[in-house]
């Protein structure tokens, strides 16, 4: 192992444990990880209560293993994500109950499984060549904005797995729509903790109705093209047009495509892209761990782009992505709530009660990581399955979720960010901009609040 001075990236500064109604309400409008107490950092269990609504707050990876993995029927998913995801999401993965979601996760699986994915990675890496080979004909080191280029980049990459033109979908629009509904949403995460009426008016009320609409018009235009054209493509959207559940017959409706595809697209290219320009600011900061990933990528590519076998050996680049998965987590806050009466601890919850997972906080806790702040890539190297803390429980490590609703498309997400490493340090560098904010916000996914600008150079 090679010495290197440790980073330690700033952190977001905890909450109180008694924030009051408008220091509450404050917080969780600028930022729901404001809403964290520093107990959530070192105590196993902790709650609030807020306009007489107790809100748990559950770090302890045993105990969440026990809502998420052990018995999720017992800790379905919110009222707030209802109010967050259903109104453009409908009933896709991220929504879905029960059966419905039974059958729908059935129908994607094969889609994500190791031997699919394997020949989904040309379509991974060639976004990522494409500016890469921008960057480097630039030579000059210049001050790029990282996060529109990873939204870009990550986007081409789902285009490309769900459809074999992709002109049917237009980014910019899709894109925008998206942004513009994710920036106002902690109004509604916010009073929708606190049990207040929907229709209570806010500043971004309006901004997500028209984004809402965007977004779910631009998909179903997509879906009615394909339908007027009677021709099915050999793509991914194709198969689930004609696609039939093995074990209840069902199919597919046009609106039942929209919220598979929307769920997607969606999904799939924000949390990778923030999770991306994430991992460039870490290597950005990281100059002597930037130059040993590279080595590692020429020893195991010799100069040719990364096929599927590459990517299984790029080891030291997988172990980077994860740690910087775990500082900056790409869904930094999760939150179930109760069924029935539940004791955590010291701590009784009534049955509705709804109960933080604070991600972020889970993955710098004090009682399952060592020097918790530091960037160490160590604690991946040789680690499978992400069990690299202190506590060795799967529940400590969770960037894409655990239990049966843990993300669907993980494996992708990981072998398209490992390629894309890959392929972008065959060509250029990350260094620190004067420009450049290390300011992380909850908005559904960790983004940086300004964006992310970094310098790139030429190799």
């Known amino acids: 192992m090679e010495e290197v001075n440790a980073f330690v990236p700033p952190a977001k500064v905890p909450g109180s444990d008694k924030p009051g109604v408008f220091g509450f309400l404050s917080a969780m409008i600028s930022d729901p990880l404001r809403v964290i107490p520093q107990s959530a950092y070192c105590e196993p269990v902790g709650a609030m209560t807020v306009l007489g609504e107790t809100v748990g707050i559950v770090?302890?990876?045993?105990?969440?293993?026990?809502?998420?993995?052990?018995?999720?029927?017992?800790?379905?998913?919110?009222?707030?994500?209802?109010?967050?995801?259903r109104p453009v999401l409908g009933d896709g993965l991220l929504t879905a109950h029960g059966d419905t979601w039974k059958w729908k996760r059935r129908l994607l699986a094969p889609y994500f499984?190791?031997?699919?994915?394997?020949s989904?990675?040309?379509?991974?890496v060639v976004p990522f060549e494409k500016l890469a080979q921008d960057w480097h004909e630039a030579r000059n080191s210049k001050d790029?904005?990282?996060?529109?280029?990873?939204?870009?980049?990550?986007?081409?990459?789902?285009?490309?797995?769900?459809?074999?033109?992709?002109?049917?979908?237009?980014?910019?629009?899709?894109?925008?729509?998206?942004?513009?509904?994710?920036?106002?949403?902690?109004?509604?995460?916010?009073l929708s903790t606190l049990r207040l009426p929907s229709w209570i008016p806010h500043p971004g009320m309006f901004q997500l109705r028209k984004a809402r609409i965007a977004m779910r018009q631009a998909v179903a235009d997509l879906?009615?093209?394909?339908?007027?054209?009677?021709?099915?493509?050999?793509?991914?959207?194709?198969?689930?047009?004609?696609?039939?559940?093995?074990?209840?017959?069902?199919?597919?409706?046009?609106?039942?495509?929209?919220?598979?595809?929307?769920?997607?697209?969606?999904a799939g290219h924000e949390t990778t892209a923030n999770a991306m320009t994430w991992t460039l600011f870490c290597l950005a900061n990281q100059p002597q761990l930037?130059?040993?990933?590279?080595?590692?990528?020429?020893?195991?590519?010799?100069?040719?782009?990364?096929?599927a076998e590459d990517v299984a050996r790029l080891n030291w680049t997988e172990a980077f992505i994860k740690e910087s998965m775990r500082l900056f987590p790409p869904?930094?806050?999760?939150?179930?709530?109760?069924?029935?009466?539940?004791?955590?601890?010291?701590?009784?919850?009534?049955?509705?009660?709804?109960?933080?997972?604070?991600?972020?906080?889970?993955?710098?806790?004090?009682?399952?990581?060592?020097?918790?702040?530091?960037?160490?890539?160590?604690?991946?190297?040789?680690?499978?399955?992400?069990?690299?803390g202190k506590a060795g429980s799967r529940t400590v490590y969770m960037p894409f979720g655990a239990g049966p609703r843990i993300c669907v498309g993980w494996a992708f997400a990981m072998m398209e960010m490992t390629a894309a490493i890959a392929v972008l340090l065959q060509k250029v560098r990350f260094s620190m901009s004067t420009e450049t904010e290390c300011d992380p916000i909850h908005r559904v996914t960790l983004r940086p609040r300004n964006g992310m600008r970094l310098n790139v150079s030429a190799t």
């Open 59 to 85: 770090s302890d990876p045993g105990l969440v293993e026990e809502i998420l993995v052990r018995r999720p029927q017992d800790f379905p998913k919110t009222h707030i994500d209802e109010l967050v995801f």
């Open 113 to 118: 499984s190791p031997a699919t994915l394997g």
């Open 120 to 124: 989904r990675v040309p379509d991974m």
């Open 144 to 190: 790029v904005d990282i996060t529109s280029a990873m939204t870009a980049a990550t986007f081409d990459v789902i285009s490309r797995t769900l459809f074999t033109n992709q002109d049917e979908i237009d980014f910019q629009t899709l894109s925008r729509a998206i942004d513009d509904y994710l920036r106002p949403i902690s109004w509604v995460v916010g």
């Open 223 to 266: 879906v009615a093209a394909r339908r007027r054209s009677k021709t099915i493509r050999d793509d991914i959207c194709g198969d689930l047009m004609r696609a039939q559940d093995a074990d209840t017959g069902r199919i597919l409706s046009d609106e039942d495509l929209v919220d598979m595809l929307l769920t997607l697209i969606a």
């Open 290 to 307: 930037q130059e040993r990933l590279a080595r590692e990528v020429h020893e195991v590519c010799g100069g040719r782009l990364p096929v």
């Open 331 to 388: 869904a930094p806050l999760m939150a179930r709530q109760t069924l029935k009466d539940e004791v955590f601890g010291a701590y009784h919850f009534k049955a509705g009660t709804v109960l933080f997972i604070p991600v972020y906080a889970i993955h710098r806790h004090e009682s399952s990581w060592e020097a918790p702040g530091e960037f160490r890539i160590e604690r991946f190297l040789n680690v499978k399955n992400g069990a690299a």
